[in-house]
């Protein structure tokens, strides 16, 4: 897999403008890669609307696939911010515990998940970007997308599901509830303009996002906890 290329810097000064640039750069290709997928996304494009000279791009990310995997990488390091904390209360579940407590956990990781990516304006075009690879032949940051958000977060709640329901994680019917019970807020992230026309919503913030949640809860739990011995 191609990796983005390296970032090369005077030998004096330009560190903080280098870095806004970088950063300004990578929130521009993820809407305009979001939009129009990797193909047919422009270079010429990405530097006009972030401001900088096409040849910026080459200096910063060494290529067009560069750039791309570089999106998917500030993706998959602000999620892992976003969800350490409840990663860590997670952690701290192990058999001794209620199976209740299992549940909790796993709807811990789901509400921090749903504020992440649905309850922000900024990771709107995110969803776009990460929907790509569902569909597109070329999409460079598909093993990115699925090793460093993908496969964590599914392993982390497998081991959840199992013990909530006094089953292995590697069991396969562990891993079949593991990914219906993920997939349920996938069609929110994934399909979030269908969704919301059918909701007639605006977005998914505020009270809008809380109502979403507790129903994603009460159908976690319900299932989980229904299914425990």
């Known amino acids: 897999m191609q990796q983005a290329g390296p ?3 005077p030998l004096s000064g330009g560190y903080a403008i280098g870095d806004e640039r970088r950063a300004k750069i990578i929130g521009v290709a993820l809407r305009v890669f979001g939009e129009c997928g990797f193909e047919r996304a422009s270079t010429r494009q990405i530097a006009r609307d972030a401001g900088v000279n096409p040849p910026a791009l080459q200096y910063y990310f060494g290529s067009k696939e ?4 570089a999106c998917a990488e500030h993706i998959a390091e602000r999620l892992a911010q976003a969800l350490q904390p ?3 209360a997670a952690e701290s579940i192990g058999p ?3 199976r209740s407590a299992a549940a ?3 709807c811990g990781i789901m509400d921090a998940e749903a504020d992440f990516l649905l309850g922000s304006v900024q990771v709107e075009g995110w969803s776009r970007f990460i929907a790509r690879g569902r569909g597109e032949e070329s999409y460079p940051a598909r093993d990115v997308i699925k090793e460093r958000i993908g496969d964590q977060l599914h392993a982390r709640c497998a081991r959840l599901v199992g013990l909530a329901t006094a089953s292995p994680a590697a069991d396969p019917q562990t891993m079949l509830r593991t990914i219906a019970i993920l997939g349920q807020l996938t069609v929110f992230h994934q399909g979030r303009d269908k969704a919301l026309a059918l909701l007639g919503w605006p977005d998914f913030r505020g009270e809008r996002l809380t109502m979403l949640k507790q129903q994603l809860r009460a159908q976690t739990r319900a299932l989980l906890l229904g299914l425990a011995p």
Not at 66 to 69: E, F, K, N, Q, V
């Open 7 to 9: 970032r090369r810097r």
């Open 66 to 69: 560069g750039l791309h995997l």
């Open 86 to 88: 409840s990663f860590a």
């Open 96 to 98: 001794d515990h209620p």
């Open 104 to 106: 909790d956990a796993l």
